[in-house]
Each structure stands twice: as structure tokens, then as C-alpha cells.
């Protein structure tokens, strides 16, 4: 993990404010949540990417996620098991506030920071 997308309860601050806050929804799983600023970030199983999802059911660099002040896009990186945008399988989507991201065995939900 990188410094923009620690998990909200470190104490570290981010020069940036976050546009959206990813945030996982697994129960058995232990409970994370990403700030996403104005970037792309990796998502995948391998320790090269900012979001790492640690499953055999997450592809070695699963998605790309674009962050900019205008949108949020995700972009599957041809993965085995391809990405649900509320239960949708999708190859590639705009996404907004409030929708759900499977990837794998992760759920995730992505909101969108008001100022």
C-alpha cells in the first residue's frame, strides 16, 4: 500500500483530500476502507498494486480504478473471474456513489466524500 490509499484510521494525512472511500464489506473479513484522491490505482492479488486484495479469486492485477474530479471509471485487466458492478459482470464502467464492486470474494462500496 501506498500513502494514498492507507486505511482511514491511520493517523497519516494525505496532501490530497479523497474524492470517494472505497470500503469493504465482507463480515468474515476483516473491515478496511481506501481514500481515493484525483489518480488511477491498481487493484489485484499482487503486492505491486495500491489495493491489494489477497484471494486465489482476485486475478494478479484484476482493475484498473480512475479517479479524477470529474469521474470514477473501473476497467477489468482481462481477470479470470471479471468484475460485478451491482451484480452486473462489466468489463469496464463509469461507477458513482453508492454502487458495489465484487471482485472476487470482495465486496466493496465505493462513496463519494461531500464537501
Known sequence: ???????????????EEPLYILSLLNNELMS??????????????SSEN??????ITVSRN???LSV?????KITDNN????IYI??????DSELKSGDKIQI????????????
Open 104 to 115: 472476487g470474494k470482495y465486496l466493496l462500496l465505493l462513496t463519494e466524500v461531500m464537501k
Open 68 to 72: 479524477s474530479k470529474e469521474n470514477i
Open 32 to 45: 478496511s476502507s481506501w481514500k481515493l484522491s484525483n489518480r488511477e490505482y491498481k487493484i489485484g492479488r
Open 79 to 82: 481477470s479470470t473471474n471479471g
Open 1 to 15: 500500500m501506498d500513502n494514498e490509499t492507507i486505511p482511514l484510521d491511520s493517523s497519516s494525512s494525505s496532501a
Open 62 to 64: 484484476h482493475a484498473l
Open 86 to 91: 451491482n451484480n452486473v459482470i462489466k468489463s
Open 50 to 55: 495500491n489495493i491489494i486484495l489477497d484471494d
